[in-house]
């Protein structure tokens, strides 16, 4: 009997729970192993074995010793922690407790406002394919967690200047610092942003915005100051507070790296993103109440972020996700309602189920096949030459790399050059000689690989099914 009371107090939260880890078993479905998990894994099984952190290269034979801002050494540690538990299947584990706390967290953000419009809820909980294109285990799907839980501590203090959690954000930024210290910056910019925010008390049209009291413009200010020393605390210590800035301030970075290009209008596959914005446009000017100037402020940075990078797309729907549903108005349950939910968590669960040993699969493949890697290790190269893409999973198999995907820290080194040298531009041959490569591992839809194959001081000495080729460096 307790049992049956329960469940009918709190069906429609059983209902909700279950919709979601089932929907985010089915985005499981879009999970992928990078070239840059490889090297995320490697090192963190390297520090849990030698009990240690890394803050110098080891993997490279170029930049061997050199410092190199770890700043995700914690992400990395996590991973080998997951891999030694789960095997094969630590990269579903990882993206499913990381995506399903990120849903769990919105949903008993908005609880109240999720169970007056269930329909509203369905279509914004299935819009996290958003997420779909970056569902791999690597450390951002952290970060996303820890964004929801910094907006969402903000935005209770803002509304309750009663609430307490709001103490925990220093302690977020402390984790964030050595989880992801990339972006570890946004705690303290959002904190401030609230603070300049509680300042205003305006009532224009549509916008409005009512000031707050001095104990939390007191609070907000007290977080940007302590968020931001806390940033410090980490391996690195002050270098991760210059980081963020330093790292987004790289052209050549930002204008290479496939992951940090431009939201762009000329390119179908980001049409998604848009049409997320205007979305949220429509939302705000059809509701019934007016715009919050900081809901505004909110929607315009995030918007920012994913226009300047589609990697941040998943911060314009963690961000909106806990502002939407304050214009959202009451709809009256219909009978089809419940049907809905459970009908779309049994497709996505019988889809996880019947997709999950292609998952496996494909998480498990990897760019060069065994066959490439025992060649490599049977001519033990000492200083070789590898695409990009290719390094993480080089670093994975313990070959010494000459470039990888920890792009900031090459840029002060080679990653200029290796661009050159792997599309044959500028003065390219003067760069291979700089190098005094031995052996070159390329694809053959790579321009170098058309220069090696027409130049006679080049012999292959391997070509793989995979579409890989090694050359030698003859004299």
């Known amino acids: 009997m307790k049992i049956r009371k329960f469940i009918k107090k709190n069906k429609y939260d059983l209902i909700f729970l279950f919709f979601i880890i089932c929907s985010c078993l089915g985005m499981m479905i879009f999970t992928r192993s990078d070239s840059d998990h490889f090297w995320h894994l490697t090192a963190g099984k390297y520090m849990l074995k030698n009990h240690t952190i890394l803050t110098h290269d080891i993997f490279s034979w170029f930049v061997n010793g050199k410092y190199w801002m770890s700043h995700e050494w914690l992400s990395e540690v996590t991973l080998g922690v997951f891999n030694g538990i789960f095997g094969k299947y630590h990269i579903i584990v990882f993206c499913f407790l990381f995506l399903v706390s990120l849903m769990l967290l919105i949903y008993f953000a908005n609880r109240e406002k999720i169970h007056s419009n269930k329909v509203f809820t369905l279509i914004w909980f299935s819009m996290i394919l958003l997420l779909s294109s970056f569902m791999t285990a690597r450390p951002h799907m952290i970060s996303n967690l820890l964004l929801g839980l910094t907006i969402y501590f903000l935005m209770d203090f803002y509304n309750n200047p009663k609430s307490k959690k709001i103490y925990f954000l220093p302690l977020i930024t402390i984790l ?24 205003m008390d305006c009532d224009f049209t549509k916008i409005e915005s009512k000031e707050k009291t001095v104990k939390q413009r007191l609070v907000f200010l007290l977080m940007f100051v302590v968020c931001m020393l806390c940033v410090n605390i980490n391996p690195h210590g002050f270098k991760m507070f210059v980081y963020p800035y330093i790292n987004m301030g790289n052209s050549l970075m930002i204008g290479t790296i496939s992951e940090w290009r431009n939201t762009s209008l000329n390119d179908n596959s980001h049409l998604m993103y848009y049409i997320f914005i205007f979305f949220i446009l429509m939302i705000f000017i059809l509701s019934k109440k007016k715009i919050r100037f900081l809901d505004l402020m909110l929607f315009l940075i995030s918007i920012y972020l994913g226009l300047k990078s589609i990697r941040f797309w998943s911060y314009t729907y963690i961000i909106m996700s806990f502002v939407v549903f304050y214009y959202i108005g009451a709809r009256k349950d219909d009978k089809f309602t419940e049907l809905i939910f459970l009908g779309l968590s049994s497709f996505y669960l ?62 002060d080194y080679n990653y200029k050059d290796y661009i050159d040298i792997s599309v044959c531009q500028g003065d390219y041959e003067k760069l291979i000689s700089k190098y005094n490569f031995d052996y070159y591992l390329v694809s053959d839809t790579q321009q170098i690989f058309i220069y090696l194959k027409k130049n006679s001081h080049y012999k292959e000495v391997y070509k793989g099914k995979d579409g890989y080729y090694i050359y030698k460096y003859v004299k």
């Open 176 to 199: 964030w610092a050595n989880f992801h210290g990339g972006s570890s910056n946004l705690p303290y910019i959002f904190s401030l942003l609230f603070f300049i925010i509680s300042f």
């Open 350 to 411: 019988v889809l996880f189920i019947l997709c999950f040993s292609r998952i496996v699969t494909n998480i498990n493949e990897h760019r060069l096949n065994k066959e490439t890697i025992n060649k490599i290790e049977e001519i033990k190269p000492e200083r070789l030459f590898n695409l990009y893409g290719d390094g993480g999973e080089l670093i994975y198999s313990n070959i010494k790399v000459f470039i990888d995907g920890r792009a900031d820290l090459y840029s």
